[in-house]
């Protein structure tokens, strides 16, 4: 075991704070990481907080890691000391279940590990990004092939990166669809990104005026106050799609009413408190369908990072210390981010080396 500088939670109700904890030494198959940057998504402050009443403390969160190789165990084949890698939201699954075998280990049937908070169902904890170093299994270790000097800006692409790229390319975004993106924060700016660079024509629905003209500059050809229904109104029956990545609770139904026919409204924000129901005639009138979708697969999630280096996307980042967390939090609550913090981990290493 090597101890390890963090930042932890203790509790739902305590600010983030300086934690020591072991991690385990590289074993046959593991790759340990010195971590350099880590992205802060909203989940991070959902389960900091325990909004989803099943956080086990202390809670180390962070699944947007970036940073270089500093061993390989024995039969390590894909990394080697000194390489660029990634770590993303999942640290591990069963490997043998059906979509584990179609490599959509984020639907393991026996639940993966996330890289924090530990197994789905229940096991030991497991901890995130916020540290100077991680140990990951190579099956969940990325490549990374953007140039290094983006490698900050690059950490966001491990989660808001995959979990738009995922279901936008699921339900089949391109040339010749009509794509909205709700919200204009971490996963949503990604979301307008990727979108656009798979040729649709994007739509951005946010509740900030102040983020109109972003929005046109990260790749969307309109941008929609979603609080105006006049300006909602505009859009009736003409979306094929429609992912949306608000944080919060609200009501669905304005959003379901743009969709033509056959239309798809897909819910990747994961709220602490449930949507109103939508109204079922805003469905069956137009066999409309209301779905979800969570990160994406390993296979997938290399796939995006490639796509992203090939269309040089990577993520608008607020690069911030560690120091700086709880604020950043607070901030982000407020949806004051432009639009992602990423944390520099050279803080940590100095705070640990004081
Ligand atoms: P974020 O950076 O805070 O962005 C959320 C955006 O939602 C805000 O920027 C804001 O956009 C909009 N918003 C916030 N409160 C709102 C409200 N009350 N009404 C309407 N719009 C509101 O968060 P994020 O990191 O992108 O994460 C978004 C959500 O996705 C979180 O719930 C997170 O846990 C979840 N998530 C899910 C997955 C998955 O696999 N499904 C993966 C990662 C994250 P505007 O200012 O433009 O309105
Ligand atoms: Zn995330």
Same mark, same amino acid.
């Given at each position: 075991?090597?101890? @390890?500088?963090?930042?932890?939670?203790?509790?739902? @109700?305590?600010?983030?704070?300086?934690?020591?904890?072991?991690?385990?030494?590289?074993?046959?198959?593991?790759?340990?990481?010195?971590?350099?940057?880590?992205? %802060?998504?909203?989940?991070?402050?959902?389960?900091?907080?325990?909004?989803? $009443?099943?956080?086990?403390?202390?809670?180390?969160?962070? /699944?947007?890691?970036?940073?270089?190789?500093?061993? &390989?165990?024995?039969?390590?084949?894909?990394?080697? %000391?000194?390489?660029?890698?990634?770590?993303?939201?999942?640290?591990?699954?069963?490997?043998?279940?059906?979509?584990?075998?179609?490599?959509?280990?984020?639907?393991?049937?026996?639940?993966?590990?996330? *890289?924090?908070?530990?197994?789905?169902?229940?096991?030991?904890? *497991?901890?995130?990004?916020?540290?100077?170093?991680?140990?990951?299994?190579?099956?969940?270790?990325?490549?990374? +092939?953007? $140039?290094?000097?983006?490698?900050?800006?690059?950490?966001?692409?491990?989660?808001?990166?995959? *979990?738009?790229?995922?279901?936008?390319? /699921?339900?089949?975004?391109?040339?010749?669809?009509?794509?909205?993106?709700?919200?204009?924060?971490?996963?949503?700016?990604?979301?307008?990104?990727?979108?656009?660079?798979?040729?649709?024509?994007? &739509?951005?629905?946010?509740?900030?005026?102040?983020?109109?003209?972003?929005?046109?500059?990260?790749?969307?050809?309109?941008?929609?106050?979603?609080?105006?229904?006049?300006? #909602?109104?505009?859009?009736?029956?003409?979306?094929?799609?429609?992912?949306?990545?608000?944080?919060?609770?609200?009501?669905?139904?304005?959003?379901? +009413?743009?969709?033509?026919?056959?239309? @798809?409204?897909?819910? %990747?924000?994961?709220?602490?408190?449930?949507?109103? +129901?939508?109204?079922?005639?805003?469905?069956?009138?137009?066999?409309?369908?209301?779905?979800?979708?969570?990160?994406?697969?390993?296979?997938?999630?290399?796939? #995006?990072?490639?796509?992203?280096?090939?269309?040089?996307?990577?993520?608008?980042?607020?690069?911030?210390?560690?120091?700086?967390?709880?604020?950043?939090?607070?901030?982000?609550?407020? +949806?004051?981010?432009?639009?992602?913090? %990423?944390?520099?981990?050279?803080?940590?290493?100095?705070?640990?080396? $004081?």
């Amino acid at each position: 075991m090597s101890k @390890t500088y963090t930042y932890a939670a203790q509790s739902a @109700t305590e600010k983030l704070a300086p934690f020591t904890l072991e991690r385990r030494e590289p074993g046959a198959n593991d790759v340990q990481i010195d971590i350099l940057h880590c992205g %802060v998504c909203h989940s991070d402050l959902h389960t900091a907080r325990n909004e989803w $009443a099943n956080t086990l403390y202390p809670s180390v969160p962070g /699944h947007e890691i970036v940073g270089r190789v500093s061993a &390989v165990g024995s039969d390590v084949k894909n990394f080697k %000391v000194g390489d660029l890698a990634g770590v993303g939201c999942m640290v591990d699954s069963c490997q043998h279940c059906p979509s584990c075998a179609e490599g959509e280990e984020q639907y393991c049937e026996n639940g993966f590990t996330g *890289t924090y908070n530990g197994p789905m169902f229940g096991g030991e904890n *497991t901890y995130g990004g916020y540290s100077t170093r991680i140990v990951v299994k190579e099956n969940f270790v990325l490549h990374i +092939s953007h $140039a290094e000097k983006d490698l900050a800006a690059v950490a966001p692409l491990l989660c808001a990166g995959i *979990t738009t790229y995922s279901p936008l390319s /699921h339900w089949k975004t391109g040339p010749g669809k009509k794509v909205g993106i709700v919200g204009l924060g971490g996963l949503g700016h990604m979301g307008v990104k990727i979108a656009a660079a798979m040729g649709a024509h994007v &739509v951005l629905f946010t509740t900030s005026e102040s983020k109109r003209e972003d929005g046109l500059r990260l790749g969307a050809k309109e941008v929609v106050i979603s609080k105006d229904a006049e300006q #909602m109104a505009a859009h009736t029956n003409s979306f094929d799609f429609i992912l949306n990545t608000v944080a919060a609770k609200h009501d669905l139904d304005p959003f379901l +009413s743009l969709l033509k026919r056959d239309g @798809t409204l897909t819910l %990747v924000g994961a709220p602490e408190h449930p949507h109103p +129901s939508p109204t079922v005639f805003n469905l069956i009138l137009k066999r409309r369908s209301l779905a979800g979708s969570l990160i994406g697969g390993i296979r997938e999630t290399q796939e #995006m990072l490639d796509f992203c280096a090939k269309h040089k996307i990577v993520s608008d980042i607020e690069p911030i210390d560690i120091q700086y967390i709880n604020e950043a939090y607070e901030r982000m609550l407020k +949806s004051d981010v432009k639009y992602r913090f %990423v944390i520099d981990m050279a803080s940590l290493r100095k705070e640990e080396a $004081a």
